[in-house]
Structure formats: structure tokens, C-alpha cells
């Protein structure tokens, strides 16, 4: 069964598309500039990005630094493990040297609560001393595995460790963002066991390159495709394979980022997912080229329906604001209304196995939420063993055949 736990985690779910847009609009829009007048509003902030590595290294009791230059906390306090003391060492950074002293007190009183956990990121609201003053901040610690390999078992000094931050945007900007920015910094790991070498070469254009590559790919495939976006979302909906041909590597990156955050990978049993891309496969036989070989990318063997040509506007609508962090907004409401509506269809098929009236709604539900088709197919998959629904969902199926003709 489709889970309904993201729904809540994600907000509750507003009664139309236009006013789940505008709402999150604003409240995107209210977080990024501090819910300030609009006459304070800066509109560059979605433009300026910036980035912090530091070395963490932890001591045991007798290793314990003499002073506090480093970050560190001079003194125990109640929430200071009393064995251990560490340090942070800057090792790169765009922000200024007031706002990095700033954000490096930040970390180490994260650091001093426990609350970074190797790989896996977290997000508050930092004040700085930067133009935008609050920022969203991404900060993350990482292990080496070379390092850990060869730590004595006798040494009181642990391996060195990093954490990486990531700042711009708000809070709830970055949240949305959380996972991608998981995976990005995973790859400094490897680059990291040479950091003086690879410095220059490799971590500071990786570093830089954060915002571009993690948060802004939605909206440069919106920018790319146009009214044509209505294909990629159907593809995603109804996980269809899609083939990205004569394009160059940032292009292709994109689209399969796209797909990704587009997919409902994660909202529905893995069992159910793995069938529906066998059964979509099975059923088409190929899948959705898209040729960039052109001055416009053009797309072969797609599809579309109402409710994806509906998202496609809402997109298109939110280009006009250039906030990157809007546009992943509007992509996890596209997939929150679809899980609402194929709960609402197996609801109404559970009842229809008892009552012709609720049969009757099921048509009705098909004929009107626009994505009928695709959502047939998903339910069908969830319920290949249950007789009676299948019974139910073959009358829906010639209903729907009927309907296209018609």
C-alpha cells in the first residue's frame, strides 16, 4: 500500500494545483527573505551560494588542545563529553573571514551536542555576517576509509575527518534538497584521502560547483523543455525508461536528476515499483527518446495526459520567479497528488467490490483526475492477487479503452 507517511512529513496536501503553487510560492519566497516587506526584498539571493571545509580531529582526554584558536571549546561545559576535546582546521571556503568564524562556532556547538553523523546531512538557519544574513545550511561530516584502515588501535588521536558545509537558499529550501546534497558530498571521499594534492585541482571546483549541480538541474530542465516537460513527467509517472541521445554530459546529468526527484521511488513498496517497471516495459516495448541532436530537444514515443500538461503550467508559472528552490516544491507536490489520487482510486475499488454505486465513482474519479490511465496501470500492479479487485479494475479498463475511442 502506497504510504501516506511522506504526505505528513512534507506538509498537508492544499485542495487544488494553483493553490498548492501559490502557497508554497509564498512561503518559499517569506523564508528566503525573512518574512520582510517586499520593498526589502534582495533579488539576488537565490544567486549566492557559498561553501566550507573544515578538518575535524578528535583527541582523546591526555590529547586534548591548549588552546581554543581553532574552533574548539576552551572550556568543559555541562553538554561537553569529558574525555574528548577536538579541533577544526579551515581547509577551504568563499565566505568571508567574519561570516566562516561565524559558521565555524555553529559547527563546533553541533559538534559539542553530537548531532552530525557521518554521511548523513543535516539543515538549520544560520545567521551570518553576509548579505543575506539568515541562510539555509547544509553541514555534513565525513570519514576516510584509507584513514580508518590504518588508525592503530593504540592511538589516542582518531583519524581525520571533515565537515562539509553548504550554505544558501533558507532552511526550507535546502531541506528539499537534502538527499541530493548527500550524495554530492559523498563524492569528496575519495579525493579527500590527497586533500594538499587534489586541493586546488579537485575540491575547490567540486566544492564551488554545489549549487549548480545539486539544486539548480530542475530548473534548467524546465528552462531546456518548456510545454515539452509534460513528457518527461509522464515518463517518470509511469516509469517509463528514457533514453537521452547526441547530448552532452550536463544535459543528460540533468535529465536523469529530473527523473530521479521526479520518480515515486521510495512512496510506494519497492516490491510494487520493481513490477511496474517490468510491466511498463513489457507493455510498450521501448522507450522515450529524447534527440538533443537540434536546436530543440525533440521527443519520440511519448505520451502525456491532462494531469501532466496541468503540472507542466505550474512550472512554467513558477520559471517567472527564478527560485530554483520553487521549482522542487512544485515537482514534490506533482508526486504527493499522485499518491493521493491512486489511494483515493484503490479506496474506491475496495468499495466497488461490494457496491455498483461505488463503481460508478471509480469511473467518474478516471474520467476526472487526468492521470486515469496511468494510475489504472500502477493499481492494477498493487493488485495483481487480489481476484477481486481484478475484476473490478478489468471493467475500468474497458471503461477507459471506451472512453479513448470515444
Known sequence: RISLLH???CGKMLPSLQESVDGDERELESSEEGGGPAEERRPERYSNSYYCLYGYQCYSSSEQAADSDDGSPSSATPETPSAEDFSLSLVDTNLPAEAETELRSFIAKRLIKGALFEGMG????????????????????LQQEKLLETATVESNISPREYVTCFLGGSEKGLELFRLELDIYVQGLKTNLDSEKSNLETYIKPYLRSWFEDSVCPIQRVVQLFQEKLAFLLHAALSYTPVEVKNSDERIKKDIDRFLSAASLQGLIQEGTMTSLCIAMTEEQHKSVVIDCSGPQPQFHNAGSNKFCDDWTQAFLNGAEGGNPFLFR????????????DTNNLKRFIRQAEMNHYALFKCFVFLKNCGSGDVLLKIVKVEQAEMPEAKNVITVLEEFMRETAVA
Request: charge should be positive.
Open 7 to 9: 504526505t505528513k512529513r
Open 122 to 141: 543535516n539543515v538549520a538557519s544560520v545567521e551570518l555576517s553576509i548579505p543575506e544574513f539568515r541562510v539555509g545550511c547544509y553541514y555534513c561530516l
Open 329 to 340: 516544491q512544485i515537482l514534490e507536490n506533482f508526486k504527493l497528488k499522485a499518491i493521493q
